[in-house]
């Protein structure tokens, strides 16, 4: 009734065309929104179901048998290159590891014996050989450096425990029937210019010695050239042989012991000499002869017999004859002529475990004479022979 009249240029029908087509857009807007939102869900759903889902497909006999056989036939290569490198890499890793754990182990119970077996740093050092999984790891673990500081401390603790009245020390060789005596000072020397290969064989004992009395030819005796206080080292006749001693080796059987008599046989002390010199001077037919004799005839220890009983003055001739055996034998050595018969009795110092081996040995034995320890004389003829 009151409706609008309606436009006569405007066509017919296109109002309410135009009333749909709003209608169907605001539907398609709204209308595909939900429909790819439940869209995407259902592709989620698709692909979940696709692998939680057992599968439907049947598989053929042909197939089934192709895939057991490459299951069987991968087993069998894994096996095998399991086993290749178990036998051909890890087994002789493994072994060699093991030489290499157990030379090192040797070592260390090599350098680590006797009184410091039990040593705090033998337990770390064993336990990390133990824990080490290269060989490279073994051989990096040094045990020669702590070794040689744990033997140097407890050496110099020995050593001042262990000295004599006289400041003297007994080095005692491992496995070596041999004793040295020496004084502190050099005991220390020796500890701190040796590693623990030599100081794990040694030890340092308290001085026990005794004076031994032994009756050796002027060979034996050092060429008789050896004086009161001389320190030698004794030595056995290398053509000697026992069943008891070893004859081979190169070390002295006993070192550092001092010389504390020596006493020649009588018969050296029997002096009957005779000087003469002559000139004879001619004149023509006459000749005049000259001759001038000088003649001395003594028995040295009678000589000495007389003195203690005021015979003669005791002062004079013990100054006089005082050191006589060791002279004779010195100007023997100078004009290179003397008594190669000589008998010498010594007396000689020696570590008390040594005497039954000196007495028992005495035919044999040879007194020798160190060049660290050498007489005045020695030196000079040393140094004099390097010297030019």
């Not at 051909?88 to 260390?108: A, D, G, I, M, R």
Request: hydrophobic content about 30%.
């Amino acid at each position: 009734m009151n409706k609008k009249p309606r436009d006569p240029l405007f066509p017919k029908g296109f109002g309410e065309t135009k009333d749909i087509k709003q209608q169907y857009q605001e539907e398609n807007l709204q209308k595909p929104q939900k429909k790819d939102e439940l869209s995407a869900l259902k592709k989620l759903n698709r692909k979940i179901g696709i692998y939680l889902s057992p599968k439907t497909t049947k598989i053929t006999e042909d197939e089934q048998k192709r895939k057991i056989g490459i299951i069987i036939t991968t087993l069998i290569l894994v096996t095998l290159i399991i086993s290749a490198y178990y036998f051909l890499v890890y087994q002789p890793q493994q072994e060699e590891l093991s030489l290499v754990k157990t030379e090192k182990l040797n070592e260390l119970h090599d350098l680590y014996c006797g009184p410091l077996v039990t040593s705090p740093n033998a337990m770390v050092l064993e336990d990390k050989i133990g824990d080490a999984r290269s060989v490279g790891e073994v051989n990096s673990i040094n045990i020669l450096t702590p070794a040689t500081k744990d033997w140097k401390s407890y050496h110099k603790k020995a050593i001042s425990s262990n000295l004599d009245k006289y400041n003297r020390t007994m080095v005692v060789y491992d496995n070596e029937s041999r004793d040295v005596l020496m004084n502190g000072e050099e005991a220390i020397k020796i500890v701190n210019e040796n590693d623990a290969t030599i100081l794990s064989k040694i030890k340092f004992d308290k001085p026990n010695t005794v004076s031994v009395p032994i009756l050796v030819s002027r060979l034996q005796a050092g060429a008789g050239l050896i004086n009161v206080g001389s320190v030698v080292d004794v030595y056995l006749n290398s053509n000697y042989t026992d069943d008891y001693v070893n004859n081979n080796t190169t070390s002295p059987e006993i070192s550092g012991c001092t010389v504390l008599s020596i006493m020649r046989y009588e018969e050296n002390g029997e002096i009957d000499s005779e000087y003469s010199k002559s000139k004879l001077r001619v004149e023509g037919n006459n000749t005049y002869p000259k001759e001038n004799t000088k003649s001395f005839s003594s028995n040295v220890l009678e000589l000495l017999k007389g003195s203690i009983i005021k015979g003669y003055d005791e002062k004079e001739t013990v100054e006089m004859l005082e050191n006589y055996g060791v002279k004779l034998s010195n100007y023997e050595r100078q004009i290179n002529l003397g008594d190669l018969d000589a008998q010498y009795m010594i007396l000689l110092e020696t570590p008390q475990d040594k005497v039954n081996f000196l007495i028992n040995n005495m035919e044999n034995v040879v007194l020798t004479i160190p060049t660290s320890n050498a007489p005045d004389w020695m030196i000079n003829e040393i140094s004099s022979t390097y010297t030019h």
